[in-house]
Nanobody, 121 residues
Framework: QVQLVESGGGLVQPGGSLRLSCAVS????????MGWYRQAPGKDRELVAT???????NYADSVKGRFAISRDNAKKTVYLQLNSLKPEDTAVYYC???????????????WGQGTQVTVSS
């Protein structure tokens, strides 16, 4: 059974930093894209950043220059470094991964349970 386990959320003051981690557990064939999404109260879930297995990255305009996504394929882990945090970054952050678990069929989407990031003075 594949699980994505997130860690690293918390309360931070504006201008501060956090680092989120998401580790994949279970028996898998390979992991394709991995990424982070967030959902603020009363809003839809939105893309924050994604990375391919080759290391190519994509960011939402609102976080470019402040957040950095990276992955360690050997550890089956994706990270999100959040710098220069703003109150509007407050949300539940969800990890996503496209994972193939069988030689029959394609990859499917998996989600973490979410980790709360609160930016407040």
């Amino acid at each position: 059974q594949v699980q994505l386990v997130e860690s690293g959320g918390g309360l931070v003051q504006p201008g501060g930093s956090l680092r989120l981690s998401c580790a994949v557990s279970g028996i898998i064939i390979n992991i394709n894209a991995m990424g982070w999404y967030r959902q603020a109260p009363g809003k839809d879930r939105e893309l924050v950043a994604t990375t391919t297995s080759a290391g190519n990255t994509n960011y939402a305009d609102s976080v470019k220059g402040r957040f950095a996504i990276s992955r360690d394929n050997a550890k089956k882990t994706v990270y999100l470094q959040l710098n220069s945090l703003k109150p509007e970054d407050t949300a539940v952050y969800y990890c996503h991964a496209s994972i193939r678990t069988s030689f029959v069929g394609g990859a499917r989407d998996y989600w973490g349970q979410g980790t709360q990031v609160t930016v407040s003075s």
